[in-house]
């Protein structure tokens, strides 16, 4: 059964703190890894995609890198607005099936 | 503007009543789901779709049906909703299976 495990649950953050958020995975076959930001009471929204291993994706504060074992979702100075719960999400199998971690809160303090 | 909309956003209910969640997307997108999420258990597959009828059980499918009679829609069936059936529900639709998925705003049921 595929597994993914996020770390940690929540983290806190000073305004401009670098800081790292894992997801560490054991799966058969990943096909690929998925980052998602979700908002209090809101669907998750797409960050990024990775396919394979070594693969690295930028945007903004935002960084996300894929080992054969976990990804690291990278957060460059952090501003409150960053605020939310971030999740990673494995794709596997022919059903093309995303099974989801539990997620990180970051809050982010002024 | 692309999105996946679903209705209602939120839904208090009684136990046995059957009800309807519609989910509906612009994006002529081939594969869709349903999750749900709960408090210390994240996001759980319940049906999903990868093309008009054709669907398939996730990981929690038992109390839903679904349906997908057109590519658009995809809506979840309660047939005797459950007290544990309470949940925050999404829809979500990929263009293709192994690319991102877009969800929908979630709609909150509760059944008392």
């Known amino acids: 059964e595929d597994q993914v495990t996020q770390s940690p649950e929540a983290l806190r953050l000073q305004e401009g703190e670098s800081s790292s958020l894992n997801c560490s995975y054991t799966?058969?076959?990943?096909?690929?890894l998925f980052w998602y930001r979700q908002d209090p009471g809101k669907g998750p929204e797409f960050l990024f995609t990775?396919?394979?291993a070594g693969e690295e994706k930028e945007k903004e504060r935002l960084k996300a890198t894929l080992t054969k074992k976990e990804s690291f979702l990278h957060i460059t100075a952090p501003k409150p607005e960053d605020s939310a719960t971030y999740l990673c999400a494995v794709l596997t199998g022919a059903n093309s099936k995303l099974t989801f971690g539990k997620g990180i809160t970051l809050s982010v303090r002024p | 503007e692309a999105q996946v909309t679903q209705n209602p956003r939120y839904l208090i209910t009684v136990t046995g009543k059957k009800l309807t969640v519609t989910c509906s997307q612009n994006?002529?997108?081939?594969?869709m789901s349903w999750y749900r999420q709960d408090p210390g258990l994240g996001l759980r597959q319940i049906y999903y779709s990868m093309n008009v009828e054709v669907t398939d059980k996730g990981d929690v499918p038992e109390g839903y049906k679904v349906s997908r009679k057109e590519k658009r829609n995809f809506p979840l069936i309660l047939e005797s909703p459950s007290p544990n059936q309470t949940s925050l529900y999404f829809c979500?639709?990929?263009?293709?299976?192994?690319?991102?998925?877009?969800f929908g705003q979630g709609t909150r049921l509760t059944v008392v």
């Open positions: 799966v058969s076959g990943l096909r690929g």
């Open positions: 979500a639709s990929r263009r293709i299976p192994n690319t991102e998925a877009f």
């Open positions: 990775l396919y394979s």
């Open positions: 994006m002529n997108h081939e594969y």
